[in-house]
């Protein structure tokens, strides 16, 4: 199954400036994460302190992975990489290495 390193940052132009207000979109926000991490899709998930940014993995088609971020969207802008592992990159040195 194909991984991916998702960066993610908030759109400052939707944070709401009320205290109150700010926590319950984080909330709501938060439980996304949860069930997507339930769901098995999100298989990590941090915000870097004090940022309103971060990164996930996830794991899926890029189908599936790009349902998952539409999921957040306008609220969240995001950037997406393939990941390769360990045994990928062993395998592509053995073909170059032909």
Do not use: H, I
Request: proline share 4%.
């Amino acid at each position: 199954m194909a991984r991916y390193m998702v960066a993610w940052e908030l759109d400052m132009s939707r944070v709401p400036v009320d205290p109150e207000e700010r926590a319950k979109a984080w909330s709501a926000m938060l439980d996304m994460v949860e069930n997507d991490m339930k769901k098995g899709g999100l298989k990590d998930w941090a915000a870097y302190a004090g940022q309103l940014r971060g990164y996930s993995v996830a794991e899926g088609s890029e189908m599936e992975v790009a349902m998952m971020c539409q999921q957040y969207m306008p609220f969240v802008e995001f950037e997406v990489y393939p990941l390769t592992s360990v045994s990928q990159m062993r395998q592509m040195l053995q073909v170059a290495a032909k």
